[in-house]
Nanobody
Framework: QVQLVESGGGLVQAGESLRLSCAAS????????MAWYRQAPGKQREVVAG???????NYADSVKGRFTISRDNAKNTVYLQMNSLKPEDTAVYYC?????????????WGQGTQVTVSS
């Protein structure tokens, strides 16, 4: 079995920073693309940032220039550095990863971590 465990959420004031981490554990052959999503109350889940296995990244327009996604393949971990946080960044943040196990590609999700930004 594979688990994605997120950490690093919390309550901050506008303009401050947070760093989210998501570690994958279990029987893993390889991790392909990884991404962070978020879901605010009453809204649909949206993609925040993604990173491929070779480090190519993409971002939602709303976070470009403020958020940075990175990964440590040796640790099976993806990070999201969030700077200049705004109240509209308040949401539950979810880690997503496409992981190959036994020659099959699976889609896994973390349990989510709450990020609250006060004005």
């Amino acid at each position: 079995q594979v688990q994605l465990v997120e950490s690093g959420g919390g309550l901050v004031q506008a303009g401050e920073s947070l760093r989210l981490s998501c570690a994958a554990s279990g029987t893993i052959f390889s991790i392909n693309a990884m991404a962070w999503y978020r879901q605010a109350p009453g809204k649909q889940r949206e993609v925040v940032a993604g990173i491929t296995s070779v480090g190519s990244t993409n971002y939602a327009d709303s976070v470009k220039g403020r958020f940075t996604i990175s990964r440590d393949n040796a640790k099976n971990t993806v990070y999201l550095q969030m700077n200049s946080l705004k109240p509209e960044d308040t949401a539950v943040y979810y880690c997503n990863a496409f992981i190959t196990r036994y020659k099959t590609l699976y889609d896994y999700w973390g349990q989510g971590t709450q990020v609250t930004v006060s004005s």
